[in-house]
């Protein structure tokens, strides 16, 4: 994907980037089935995203509504070419790190055992099923709290929506918040199935058809 609209966030922005993931997600259904008691979960999130960045940084686009950074949109570009050897390597260096942080702030292997059992939850293999190269996948859409209501999501998503149409391509995401569903089906998408396994967490899969 590309946008001369948006930021481009850089890796010198992955403080911020970290500070404003964990506050959007402190309270995300997904987290706080993953890692319930909320001491570990403060200590571990920002941990998790920097994991996260620092995979995303080689793999996606991650824009933001400036530089500032009041909300960020990671995408995945699924028609663009990769070298799957580089890709595969950053996730398993990704998740090795992930594992490593997941017992070192929960020696009880609690926490580790609940990513174990909530990994479909995590790794949007349900997009196997779409059989769509062309197609962006949205990982995250995330505006900090004290600025939603501004129409920044609105601002990010509709740049996604805009470069997919442009382009022929498809988009998918997952959402474990019911109260997102309506708000993505503003704007295009559609339900294309819920995974429930574990925890008693829906996540609903959503696709919006190429234009």
Known sequence: MESDRLYRV?????????????V??????LYCKLIPDE????????????????????????????QEIHGIIV?????????PFHYYLTEAAAFLKTDSCLIREDPSL????????????????????????????????????????????AVLLNEAIDYADKNGLMISLETHNDKNVAF???????????????????????VREMR
């Open 24 to 29: 959007c997600f402190a309270g995300d259904p």
């Open 110 to 153: 609690k926490t580790f055992w609940n990513f174990y059992q909530g990994r479909d939850y995590l790794n949007s293999r349900w997009t196997d099923q779409l059989h769509q190269e062309e197609r962006l996948h949205i990982i995250y859409l995330a505006v900090r709290p004290s600025m939603q209501h501004h129409g920044i999501s």
């Open 39 to 66: 001491e570990t979960r403060k200590r571990l999130l920002p941990e998790l995203f920097e994991c996260d960045m620092e995979e995303f940084f080689e793999t996606c686009e991650i824009y933001a509504d400036s």
């Open 184 to 206: 993505y089906q503003h704007f295009g998408f559609r339900i294309f199935g819920i995974v429930e396994k574990h925890f008693h967490l829906k996540q609903y899969c959503m």
């Open 75 to 83: 995408v995945d570009d699924e028609s663009e070419p990769y070298n």
């Open 10 to 22: 850089q890796k010198e922005d992955v403080e911020k980037l970290k500070e404003l993931l964990t």
